[in-house]
Structures are given as structure tokens and as C-alpha cells.
Nanobody, 124 residues
Framework: HVQLLESGGGSVQAGGSLRLSCVAS????????MAWFRQAPGKEREGVAT???????SYADSVKGRFTISKDSAKNTVYLQMDSLKPEDTGIYFCAADQFPGSRRLWLGHADYWGQGTQVTVSS
């Protein structure tokens, strides 16, 4: 049974920081590319950051320089460190996993597995 479990969401003021975690279980974690997506109220889900099985990372332009994706393979966990948060970062953040090499499919919105999401609220 494959499961992605996110945690770390919450409410912060603009300029603050949060670190999201996603623990994976039920599959060969190290072979998968991982990503964080978010969905703001009334908007479509969008990709935020990806990290592939080799550790290469990529980011949406809106979060470059502020967010950092990383992983700890020993803990089957991927993280999203979010600094200098802005009100427009508000939304539900989802963890995703894809067995296809690289991050291309993830940036197209495709993933084999999705987490349930964790709420992030940034107030001005």
C-alpha cells in the first residue's frame, strides 16, 4: 500500500518560514522523482519544486531563491523549506511521487502517487 503523508503546514505571517515534510512508504522510494505542488483557493494546482532520484532539483519561478526542496533517503522523506513567505504562497501543499526518470512528467502535472495535502496560510 503506497502512502505519502505530508506534515508541517500552518499559519505564519509574511516573511516567516515553514518546513514541510512528506514521508513515503510502500514503494522503492529511492527510484522515484518527488515533487511539491500547491493549490490556492479558486486556482488550479501548480508545481512548486521537484527533486529526482539523482538529487537534481528544479523550481517554479515564483519560489526560486525562497524555497528549497531536499530529501533524506534513509528516512524516505522529502522536505520543502519555505522562507520569506508571501500571502500568495497560501494554499494546500501536496507531495507527489513519479517513477518516470527526471522531472518532466511532474512539471506536466503527472504523478503516480499523491498525498492528501497540508494547509499553508500566510497572512500579510
Amino acid at each position: 500500500h503506497v502512502q505519502l503523508l505530508e506534515s508541517g503546514g500552518g499559519s505564519v505571517q509574511a516573511g516567516g518560514s515553514l518546513r514541510l515534510s512528506c514521508v513515503a512508504s510502500g514503494y522503492t522510494y529511492s527510484r522515484y522523482s518527488m515533487a511539491w505542488f500547491r493549490q490556492a483557493p479558486g486556482k488550479e494546482r501548480e508545481g512548486v519544486a521537484t527533486i529526482d532520484s539523482e538529487g537534481s532539483t528544479s523550481y517554479a519561478d515564483s519560489v526560486k531563491g525562497r524555497f528549497t526542496i531536499s530529501k533524506d533517503s534513509a528516512k524516505n522523506t522529502v522536505y520543502l523549506q519555505m522562507d520569506s513567505l508571501k500571502p500568495e504562497d497560501t494554499g494546500i501543499y501536496f507531495c507527489a511521487a513519479d517513477q518516470f526518470p527526471g522531472s518532466r512528467r511532474l512539471w506536466l502535472g503527472h504523478a503516480d502517487y499523491w498525498g492528501q495535502g497540508t494547509q499553508v496560510t500566510v497572512s500579510s
